[in-house]
């Protein structure tokens, strides 16, 4: 029995229906078929035309299917590391003026809160009318 187009190295259903639109139907066919021919089908370039058309006629003259070659075998990317678990510092006891300090501070985060809010709604605003704009 003659062997089939998708029997061919590098013709798989999708090509195989793209070729048959054209008229190459069999393997016998496509490796008659000139290589303009074959690389009018879409999806078939120059060099893929002349490599399948290459391999069509060694499945025809051999008889039988073509084996594909082996792929080269992938290295495996190393797991990322994990990073060592570092020790905990303690604290230091504070001074007075350093607590003095920490009291103070919380008010001063809140107002930089308040300031990063409405930047962020101000950046909101000009991003919505920016999309208006026709």
Known sequence: MAPSITD???IGASA???LAKQGL???EGLASAPVATIAAVPGFSEARAATV???AA???AGGGAVASKPRPA???KAAPRKKAATATKTAAPKSAAAKAQEELK???EKK???GKKRKKKDKKKKGKKKGKKK
Request: hydrophobic share 35%; charged share 45%.
């Open 106 to 108: 919380p008010a001063d």
């Open 74 to 76: 992938t290295k495996k």
């Open 53 to 55: 058309k290459q391999a």
């Open 25 to 27: 139907k069999t393997a």
């Open 8 to 10: 061919v190295r590098g």
């Open 58 to 60: 060694d499945l025809v």
């Open 112 to 114: 930089d809160k308040k």
């Open 16 to 18: 195989a229906e793209a």
